[in-house]
């Protein structure tokens, strides 16, 4: 199964996403505020599911809150 964006488009490994909502994380300072760039993005087992790196640190997020850069 493909991973996609919440838009429907295709992520591949190393592609750059857009943070589309204010995320809140359990255990982080501060919240992913909309509009956040994560780039280079690792792909999981689990196709609603990609990994990233914010303000330093290796984080898990869900595809449905994310866009792909052109």
């Known amino acids: 199964m493909e991973t996609k964006d919440s838009n429907g488009n295709i ?20 919240d992913i505020k909309q509009g956040t ?16 790196k914010v303000n330093g640190t290796v984080i898990v997020l869900k595809t449905e809150f994310l866009k792909k850069k052109n």
Not at 11 to 30: F, H, P
Not at 37 to 52: S, W, Y
């Open 37 to 52: 760039a994560v780039k280079n993005i690792r792909l999981t087992d689990d196709p609603k599911a990609i990994e990233g």
């Open 11 to 30: 992520l591949n490994e190393g592609d750059s996403v857009t943070v589309i909502k204010t995320l809140k994380v359990k255990g982080m300072a501060a």
